[in-house]
């Protein structure tokens, strides 16, 4: 049935990378990562984020997991689970854009917009690049959940504390909240050639979309 609810689910969360660290710093906030997930356990988890540890410059969108998150189980994971009913069109929206941003290989993660925090205060919008709560702002005002009165760059991940506050379910650490955990192998493995080629096209395709 079109109209029977159905939800999704925002995290954000204190990730434990130096990464994650500089994010917070600049930012002076307390959660610097967000993601959508089509699964109350959190086993259908998608964000724009680096694709291996050790690359940080070959961010896109990918299925993320606990064991991300919590450095595979060797570090805590502080989160907010907020749960948001939606319509089955909306959820099928929502699947829809994943399944295209995840299948068109020009999209790329927004390092700009992080980088240039300090000058631009995050607000710095780049052609098919998002960052984590770019993404997240783009589907929720894609699928009418959310209307954003700035552009999606403008956002922290600690503003869904208010923007979703009515719909939050869970604080604290992500192993307390799911038990679903499964090795994530591939993104611990040690940094490749290819890895270094990625980053440098990464950065190359970065600047040459300013122009565009």
């Known amino acids: 049935m079109e109209n029977e609810e159905k939800y999704i689910y925002v ?6 990378t130096k990464f994650g660290g500089v994010i917070r710093k ?63 069109k909306q959820y099928d929206r929502v699947v829809e854009i994943i399944d295209n941003i995840y299948n068109d290989g020009a999209y790329i993660y927004n390092l700009l917009s992080v980088l240039l925090y300090p000058v631009t205060r995050g607000c710095f919008s780049v052609y098919k690049a998002f960052t984590c709560i770019e993404f997240v702002m783009y589907v929720l005002n894609n699928i009418g959940f959310l209307e954003c009165d700035k552009p999606y760059c403008g956002y922290k991940p600690d503003d869904m504390l208010n923007i979703l506050s009515d719909y939050k379910i869970f604080e604290g650490e992500i192993t307390d909240y799911t038990a679903a955990y499964v ?17 440098t096209l990464t950065v190359i395709r970065l600047f040459v979309r300013l122009a565009i």
Do not use: W
């Open 26 to 88: 600049l930012g002076n906030i307390k959660y610097n990562h967000t993601a959508i997930a089509l699964d109350r356990d959190l086993t259908r988890m998608y964000s724009f984020a680096r694709r291996k540890h050790c690359a940080v410059l070959t961010g896109q969108l990918v299925k993320e997991s606990v064991a991300r998150y919590t450095l595979n189980k060797t570090e805590k994971a502080s989160v907010v689970v907020f749960r948001l009913p939606v319509t089955q």
């Open 11 to 16: 995290v954000i969360s204190t990730t434990q």
């Open 183 to 199: 090795p994530d192998e591939n993104y611990f493995l040690p940094l490749s050639m290819s890895d270094v080629i990625e980053s």
